[in-house]
């Protein structure tokens, strides 16, 4: 995907197009006035079927003039339309009356129209009595409501049965009042289900991910209904599928409606697009209206160009926002320019916010002082909230002090989290227990995770393991090699040089010259005495004497004995 053409296709230079086909002013100021003019002519046609005697004309009259505001002019209708039996007025009266301010004279007027059947009645004298807090009353009339078809009811039903814990009714009804085209009931809908997915009751995948594509469907219609938030998680959805350009639509959407979350993921968006300027743009326009998260991406790249002053100023907008991480972030951005005092008082508001990073890094910052003492419980507050870098710095604290069993403990504690070099810790301490087949198991863990060491570490535990290989001599054809020396090779490819005088050793072995002089040689060039050695020996086995004697010189002098007994005795070989 051409993620950077996309969005270009799909932002532009920031301006958006009117769509195809949209009125102009004028065109629109004409419908109004042809609008005012009908409703005008239809007025007139309904005052002379009123003084007809016609009753739906004075239920219809009634109800025009309540849309308009003339409460005065309406009611005299509407009461003469609810005398004569007709159950839309007795409706209206009641809405008429409640507005008003006479609810209890309404409520009356809505019961009349609903025991007639009038759906719309039963969903008002519904909502009446629930804010009265007569829930059953409430119940009784939105349901009957609801069973009408009403969806206004269908949703006010499933609203009071959510409110009182009953989920599977609630669901029912918001369903229903969803499939009716009710927006708020597909958002909610969708949020039910989307909950639902990721709880993965008793471990059912599929049907979680069939309650996850219902949700993304929800979504997606009250989205298409005008809902921001709907289009928002509609986004994130289609942003985590990678599907970036249509993600990309509905944040843009929700973000023009006034969702600042969206402005925000909008921005993220385009950040990684490589076009950080309408990122800015997003950004400050979701931080204007209140989003922390905005304020924070704000400050970060403004620290990123060096305007440390305006970067402060957005981490503090996104501290009265109510966002920790701002607090954080101005502790690194005062850490960064040296200001220890002030980067601590920032740590310790974080922290005491409950922010575990900025537990973990005013831990960092005492210990560097020598406060160990003040350093150990932010680092253990840090690590029971979960920050698998307090819980290694832990380990590392503990074994420290010879304190093995608690270092141990949360080494185990950071491994479980993936942290490659408390894993490696872990395997290390399994090995000098003697459980190699549990050492093995994290050294894998870290190596795979990168560790040089690791991977040295694993392959000598493999290789203690194999059956002894038949001797070779030099130049003849090489074996296939085996997984300890894949691991040797990882860790040497990494600058580890046990691991790369190992790997020349085992080239040596299968009879590859080149490729043993290559590693001893990268092993010795980096301060390795032991690839020194080896390199001479493999240059004198081949003849070059000289070279030999200048690579065991180097050894010699890193203290190497042997190395310096075969150098004395080429040399007199040599000056002989």
């Given at each position: 995907?051409?993620?950077?053409?996309?969005?270009?296709?799909?932002?532009?230079?920031?301006?958006?197009?009117?769509?195809?086909?949209?009125?102009?002013?004028?065109?629109?100021?004409?419908?109004?006035?042809?609008?005012?003019?009908?409703?005008?002519?239809?007025?007139?046609?309904?005052?002379?079927?009123?003084?007809?005697?016609?009753?739906?004309?004075?239920?219809?009259?009634?109800?025009?003039?309540?849309?308009?505001?003339?409460?005065?002019?309406?009611?005299?209708?509407?009461?003469?339309?609810?005398?004569?039996?007709?159950?839309?007025?007795?409706?209206?009266?009641?809405?008429?009356?409640?507005?008003?301010?006479?609810?209890?004279?309404?409520?009356?007027?809505?019961?009349?129209?609903?025991?007639?059947?009038?759906?719309?009645?039963?969903?008002?004298?519904?909502?009446?009595?629930?804010?009265?807090?007569?829930?059953?009353?409430?119940?009784?009339?939105?349901?009957?409501?609801?069973?009408?078809?009403?969806?206004?009811?269908?949703?006010a039903l499933a609203d009071l049965l959510e409110h009182r814990g009953d989920d599977t009714g609630s669901e029912r009804w918001?369903?229903?009042?969803?499939?009716?085209?009710?927006?708020?009931?597909?958002?909610?809908?969708?949020?039910?289900?989307?909950?639902?997915?990721?709880?993965?009751?008793?471990?059912?995948?599929?049907?979680?991910?069939?309650?996850?594509?219902?949700?993304?469907?929800?979504?997606?219609?009250?989205?298409?209904?005008?809902?921001?938030?709907?289009?928002?998680?509609?986004?994130?959805?289609?942003?985590?599928?990678?599907?970036?350009?249509?993600?990309?639509?509905?944040?843009?959407?929700?973000?023009?409606?006034?969702?600042?979350?969206?402005?925000?993921?909008?921005?993220?968006?385009?950040?990684?697009?490589?076009?950080?300027?309408?990122?800015?743009?997003?950004?400050?326009?979701?931080?204007?209206?209140?989003?922390?998260?905005?304020?924070?991406?704000?400050?970060?790249?403004?620290?990123?160009?060096?305007?440390?002053?305006?970067?402060?100023?957005?981490?503090?907008?996104?501290?009265?926002?109510?966002?920790?991480?701002?607090?954080?972030?101005?502790?690194?951005?005062?850490?960064?320019?040296?200001?220890?005092?002030?980067?601590?008082?920032?740590?310790?508001?974080?922290?005491?916010?409950?922010?575990?990073?900025?537990?973990?890094?005013?831990?960092?910052?005492?210990?560097?002082?020598?406060?160990?003492?003040?350093?150990?419980?932010?680092?253990?507050?840090?690590?029971?909230?979960?920050?698998?870098?307090?819980?290694?710095?832990?380990?590392?604290?503990?074994?420290?002090?010879?304190?093995?069993?608690?270092?141990?403990?949360?080494?185990?504690?950071?491994?479980?989290?993936?942290?490659?070099?408390?894993?490696?810790?872990?395997?290390?301490?399994?090995?000098?227990?003697?459980?190699?087949?549990?050492?093995?198991?994290?050294?894998?863990?870290?190596?795979?995770?990168?560790?040089?060491?690791?991977?040295?570490?694993?392959?000598?535990?493999?290789?203690?393991?194999?059956?002894?290989?038949?001797?070779?001599?030099?130049?003849?054809?090489?074996?296939?090699?085996?997984?300890?020396?894949?691991?040797?090779?990882?860790?040497?490819?990494?600058?580890?040089?046990?691991?790369?005088?190992?790997?020349?050793?085992?080239?040596?072995?299968?009879?590859?010259?080149?490729?043993?002089?290559?590693?001893?040689?990268?092993?010795?060039?980096?301060?390795?005495?032991?690839?020194?050695?080896?390199?001479?020996?493999?240059?004198?086995?081949?003849?070059?004497?000289?070279?030999?004697?200048?690579?065991?010189?180097?050894?010699?002098?890193?203290?190497?004995?042997?190395?310096?007994?075969?150098?004395?005795?080429?040399?007199?070989?040599?000056?002989?």
């Amino acid at each position: 995907m051409n993620v950077m053409g996309d969005m270009a296709n799909l932002f532009g230079t920031g301006r958006f197009a009117q769509p195809s086909g949209q009125p102009s002013d004028q065109e629109e100021a004409a419908d109004e006035a042809q609008e005012a003019a009908d409703e005008a002519a239809e007025e007139v046609r309904l005052r002379l079927a009123v003084d007809g005697g016609d009753v739906e004309a004075m239920s219809v009259l009634g109800a025009l003039l309540l849309r308009r505001g003339d409460f005065d002019g309406a009611e005299s209708h509407l009461r003469a339309a609810t005398a004569a039996g007709d159950r839309a007025a007795a409706n209206n009266l009641g809405v008429l009356l409640h507005q008003r301010g006479y609810a209890d004279e309404a409520a009356g007027w809505w019961r009349i129209a609903a025991v007639a059947g009038s759906a719309a009645a039963a969903h008002a004298l519904g909502r009446h009595f629930r804010e009265r807090g007569d829930e059953p009353a409430a119940e009784y009339w939105l349901c009957q409501s609801a069973e009408q078809g009403h969806v206004l009811g269908a949703y006010a039903l499933a609203d009071l049965l959510e409110h009182r814990g009953d989920d599977t009714g609630s669901e029912r009804w918001m369903r229903a009042a969803a499939e009716r085209g009710h927006r708020e009931a597909a958002y909610r809908l969708a949020r039910t289900l989307d909950r639902r997915a990721g709880r993965r009751d008793g471990g059912d995948d599929e049907a979680a991910a069939l309650a996850a594509d219902e949700a993304e469907q929800w979504y997606r219609q009250a989205a298409a209904r005008g809902h921001r938030r709907g289009a928002l998680h509609l986004g994130t959805i289609l942003e985590k599928r990678g599907e970036l350009k249509e993600a990309g639509r509905w944040y843009l959407t929700s973000a023009k409606d006034g969702e600042a979350r969206a402005a925000c993921a909008l921005g993220f968006l385009l950040r990684d697009a490589g076009d950080t300027e309408s990122a800015a743009v997003w950004w400050l326009r979701a931080a204007q209206d209140g989003d922390g998260n905005a304020a924070n991406a704000l400050g970060a790249l403004h620290a990123e160009r060096g305007e440390t002053q305006t970067a402060e100023r957005w981490y503090r907008a996104a501290m009265d926002a109510g966002d920790d991480n701002g607090a954080y972030n101005l502790g690194l951005l005062c850490a960064e320019q040296g200001r220890t005092a002030q980067a601590e008082q920032w740590y310790r508001r974080a922290a005491y916010a409950g922010h575990r990073e900025a537990s973990n890094a005013l831990a960092i910052l005492l210990l560097r002082a020598g406060d160990e003492a003040g350093a150990e419980p932010w680092f253990s507050k840090a690590a029971e909230a979960g920050s698998v870098d307090a819980a290694f710095n832990l380990g590392i604290l503990h074994a420290g002090r010879s304190e093995e069993r608690a270092a141990l403990r949360w080494y185990e504690r950071a491994a479980a989290a993936g942290h490659t070099e408390a894993a490696l810790q872990v395997g290390m301490a399994r090995l000098r227990g003697g459980d190699e087949r549990e050492a093995e198991r994290f050294l894998r863990c870290a190596a795979g995770g990168g560790s040089a060491e690791a991977a040295y570490r694993l392959a000598t535990v493999l290789d203690a393991r194999r059956p002894p290989a038949p001797a070779h001599e030099l130049g003849e054809p090489a074996q296939e090699k085996s997984e300890c020396e894949e691991w040797y090779e990882r860790a040497a490819s990494q600058g580890h040089r046990r691991a790369q005088v190992r790997v020349g050793m085992l080239a040596a072995a299968r009879g590859d010259v080149v490729e043993a002089a290559r590693w001893y040689r990268e092993a010795a060039e980096a301060g390795s005495r032991n690839g020194a050695f080896n390199l001479g020996l493999l240059l004198a086995r081949e003849g070059s004497e000289p070279e030999a004697v200048v690579w065991w010189r180097r050894a010699a002098d890193a203290g190497h004995g042997r190395a310096a007994r075969l150098r004395d005795a080429l040399r007199q070989e040599l000056s002989a």
